[in-house]
């Protein structure tokens, strides 16, 4: 589903990507842990089209199509989501309205006809129970107000809305509470199947036990330095990156 | 012998020269006399150009030095689009100064008279004689001296008692280089509760010159909301001032919404004569292109506990330009005065201007003042937010103004009116 081959990507001048390769089949859960400043994030931001970021090499093909050339709206209708490490809020536009406008530019780009009122507030329902979202919080402004652990419920509650085939979690369990992690794992796993995919980018091993990733991929200075199965999360958790840090550098030696 | 004075002194504007012949007679003995020391005022003015302070940003060079000319009446207007939908209103239509009496429709009674100016001189006489003239100042503004001097009507409108319904006054300008004047006068009785919108249009694309003055008066108790629509083509010219005076435990709003116009500069200014007044003056524009929008308000507090909020909004495309001006007085007497200003503006291109101002000149000791001036661009981050979720930029934009645009427009108490105001603004909107 999705093909990264050798994709580096730089910001204000500065190379944060040296050379990903990555391969993520449909209906696998790919975990990408690493250390700080590795590049975690920006690999989420540059497969979601964040413009802040220039693309300086390689090329990323989903579904046979060149991602890199879409708009991250083309890329969203596609069928690419992002859920965010800091969802932003935004007084004034509601959720609802916005969620619906979503649906509705997809529909249109897909040449389909737009949602009805009452499958909307049907479907909103139905995912709002999902991640055990508060029917009072789905009729704000987009997270205004919002805890922690509310912007990340809400984040997989549009996801859940929005029904992509590749799920990229930008260190989705940052800042949540063991409860809240246990409800956005769960709200993940409830979309899980053989023809989606997702992208778990997370810095610490707690997440990887309720959402269990088919593979692990160590992340280190821009490039994919590890690559392993459920274990390897483990063995992260016990020894740290260090390890990691010492096999590069004797590697480069 | 105002008439000598007149004669004699060279026309220094080409406005002026172009519009000799055109001044306004007298419907009474007083409203004569006002004539005549407007006619005084006018002489004695001049337009102002950038020394001014007042009139800093917003250039009347090319008012001044232009021709325009009074226009006939014209019967057959199609205003319709801006009729909100489903309201039923007192409605009164004036087209080039001339009460188009198709759409009009004239009340007299107890509790409300809707008429043109020029009935009510004679026939609500004392009334009349007692407010018109007594609050606009035509010794230092030059416009306010050239809408007296000069062909003006309008609406007068009196209101007692709690209205059934609205009153829609809308003044058209039409043609080539019309100057059209619309003047009204706006009574709100003791305890009375009314809702008024006021529209101000153009129709056709010719270079016309809107030249408003409005006095309203809302006597003790009295609560007055007014909505205000300014719609006019890229070309032509719009000046309106609004004086009000309100009395004790009285209440005003006026929402001002600038949907199209080359060049606008709005005036508003408030006396608050008595105790307990409550005044809201909130405004919304979104210019394009050239645009030029110039909102100046005056609040003055002149006695103690009186409340006064200001919020004004802007959102400025392309190489479009505006001017925000909020003065507060707080006199010496007005203790436990609260006055709250705002101006806040978004910039989509790098090419719009916004000058912002707020000046508040406290006397009194004991008041709680603040004012606020934001101009600055689109949080990037919402903006990605919503694309990456499959807005695209035009719509996730358009989403972000418009709540944006929402701390303004819920201001309005009339839900019909709040949905034209959308459209027009909808229909405006695109993307840079």
């Given at each position: 589903m999705l093909s990264i081959k050798n994709l580096s990507a730089s910001i204000e001048g500065k190379e944060i990507l040296k050379g990903i390769n990555l391969e993520v089949n449909a209906g696998e859960v790919h975990a990408i842990m690493g250390p700080n400043g590795s590049g975690k994030s920006t690999l989420a931001s540059v497969l979601a089209g964040k413009?802040?970021?220039?693309?300086t090499a390689g090329s990323v093909a989903f579904n046979g199509k060149d991602l890199l050339g879409m708009s991250p709206d083309a890329r969203a209708h596609e069928g690419v989501f992002l859920a965010f490490q800091y969802p932003v809020e935004i007084p004034g536009v509601s959720n609802m309205n916005f969620l619906k406008a979503a649906i509705n530019e997809k529909r249109e780009a897909k040449g389909e006809e737009p949602i009805s009122a009452k499958d909307f507030l049907q479907l909103v329902k139905e995912k709002a129970k999902l991640v055990e979202l508060d029917k009072k919080l789905t009729n704000?402004?987009?997270?205004?107000?919002?805890s922690g652990g509310e912007k990340k419920r809400n984040e997989i509650f549009q996801m859940a809305v929005l029904d992509p085939i590749l799920g990229i979690l930008d260190e989705t369990d940052s800042g949540l509470d063991i409860d809240a992690l246990r409800v956005v794992a769960n709200g993940v796993n409830q979309l899980r199947g053989k023809d989606k995919s997702f992208i778990v980018v997370t810095h610490y091993q707690r997440l990887l036990d309720y959402i269990v990733p088919d593979f692990v991929h160590v992340l280190f200075d821009g490039k994919i330095v590890k690559t392993g199965g459920k274990e390897l999360a483990l063995e992260l958790e016990e020894r740290g990156y260090d390890w990691i840090k010492a096999e590069q550098d004797s590697v480069s030696a | 012998m105002f008439m000598d004075i007149i004669q004699t002194s060279e026309k220094k504007y080409k406005l002026l020269q172009s519009l000799e012949g055109g001044e306004q007679q007298a419907w009474n003995k007083p409203h004569g006399k006002l004539l005549e020391r407007a006619a005084v005022h006018l002489d004695q003015l001049e337009f102002p150009g950038r020394k001014s302070e007042y009139w800093k940003y917003t250039r009347t060079n090319l008012i001044a030095n232009n021709p325009f000319e009074f226009a006939s009446e014209e019967l057959s207007v199609d205003f319709s689009a801006y009729l909100p939908k489903n309201l039923d209103c007192h409605t009164m239509v004036f087209v080039n100064g001339f009460l188009n009496a198709k759409h009009s429709t004239i009340t007299r009674n107890e509790q409300l008279s809707v008429a043109s100016l020029e009935y009510a001189a004679e026939s609500e006489k004392e009334k009349f004689n007692t407010y018109f003239?007594?609050?606009?100042?035509?010794k230092d503004h030059i416009f306010s001296a050239l809408n007296t001097n000069y062909r003006h009507n309008g609406a007068y409108v009196r209101i007692k008692g709690v209205l059934d319904k609205p009153v829609h006054i809308i003044h058209i300008t039409s043609g080539e280089t019309t100057i059209n004047q619309p003047r009204n006068l706006v009574i709100a009785e003791r305890s009375s509760e009314a809702k008024m919108i006021f529209s101000y249009l153009s129709l056709g694309s010719g270079k016309t010159f809107t030249n408003g003055a409005t006095e309203i008066f809302v006597e003790e108790n009295a609560n007055l909301s007014i909505q205000k629509l300014q719609d006019f083509n890229s070309r032509s010219f719009q000046q309106i001032t609004e004086e009000v005076e309100q009395a004790s435990n009285s209440t005003f709003t006026l929402n001002t919404f600038h949907i199209n116009g080359g060049w606008a500069r709005n005036n508003v200014n408030c006396a608050l004569k008595g105790e307990n007044i409550t005044s809201n003056l909130n405004g919304l524009y979104q210019p394009q292109g050239s645009e030029h929008v110039d909102n100046h308000t005056v609040i003055d507090h002149?006695?103690?506990n009186c409340l006064s909020n200001e919020l004004y909004k802007g959102v400025l495309n392309d190489k479009s330009t505006g001017v925000f001006n909020g003065k507060v007085f707080v006199r010496p007497d007005a203790q436990k005065t609260n006055a709250f200003q705002s101006n806040a503006n978004i910039l989509l291109s790098d090419f719009a201007t916004m000058n912002s101002k707020p000046e508040l000149e406290i006397y009194a000791d004991d008041v709680k003042c603040s004012h606020g001036s934001t101009t600055g661009q689109f949080d990037e981050d919402a903006v990605f937010y919503l694309r990456a979720r499959g807005l695209s930029e035009t719509s996730a934009k358009k989403l972000l103004v418009k709540a944006f645009a929402a701390g303004v427009l819920d201001q309005i108490n009339i839900p019909q009116f709040r949905e034209l105001v959308e459209d027009l603004y909808d229909k405006k909107f695109r993307m840079y």
């Open positions: 413009e802040d970021y220039e693309v704000r402004s987009v997270n205004e107000g919002f | 003239g007594r609050t606009l100042n035509t002149l006695k103690p």
